[in-house]
T-cell receptor
């Protein structure tokens, strides 16, 4: 299995809702990432998990809450989002270490619309 | 501060043409330079990548040229096809993360 699977593919939520995005990989990668991507812009790094521990938080608002329950699974919990948070949310995974960038794999993303 | 600068922003070529996309970086600690291809509604997919100890790498119709002294690298797409129409991002790896260029929207006209 060489894929990163993200669910759901599309999500529409109101500003008072609570929802979660899910990401799963079975490649034995011990680093997992969340990115936010606006239309026609590059992905922006949000969070990095290494060995299931949060290692990088790029000053992301607290309405985004990541969770890594095990080495294969990464969640992003959403609460009280704003319309400007509408974007494509990408998950990625990779090995760790000097060659960790090898095999860096993106999922297909969740298209989030906040209404 | 934009760590990786990419140009042009958009590019239109005829089928069979050779589009060239350029990127420049400043941080000499970067040690891995991939190009990603992204179709609408999909995640970025690795196209081809190069390490700074190599000046050129070719995979199928895609070639990376790398100039370490100038801190520049470029993507060439030979015999471009309409199916190559997509957004292309260059990137550089350093400090355990990718730094992406701003993207180039490529359109290949049949």
């Amino acid at each position: 299995d060489t894929e990163v699977t993200q669910t759901p593919k599309h999500l529409v939520m109101g500003m008072t809702n609570k929802k979660s995005l899910k990401c799963e990989q079975h490649m034995g990668h011990r680093a997992m990432y969340w990115y936010k991507q606006k239309a026609k812009k590059p992905p922006e790094l949000m969070f990095v998990y290494s060995y299931e521990k949060l290692s990088i938080n790029e000053s992301v608002p607290s309405r985004f809450s990541p969770e890594c329950p095990n080495s294969s699974l990464l969640n992003l919990h959403l609460h009280a989002l704003q319309p400007e948070d509408s974007a494509l949310y990408l998950c990625a995974s990779s090995h760790l270490g000097g060659t960790g960038v090898i095999g860096y794999t993106f999922g297909s993303g969740t298209r989030l619309t906040v209404v | 501060q934009q760590q990786v600068k990419q140009s042009p922003q958009s590019l239109i070529v005829q089928k069979g043409g050779i589009p060239i996309i350029n990127c420049a970086y400043e941080n000499t600690a970067f040690d891995y330079f991939p190009w990603y291809q992204q179709f609408p509604g999909k995640g970025p997919a690795l196209l081809i990548a190069i390490r700074p100890d190599v000046s050129e790498k070719k995979e199928g119709r895609f070639t990376i040229s790398f100039n370490k002294s100038a801190k520049q690298f470029s993507l060439h797409i030979m015999d471009s096809q309409p199916g190559d129409s997509a957004t292309y991002f260059c990137a550089a790896w350093g400090s355990n993360q990718f730094y992406f260029g701003t993207g180039t929207s490529l359109t290949v006209i049949p």
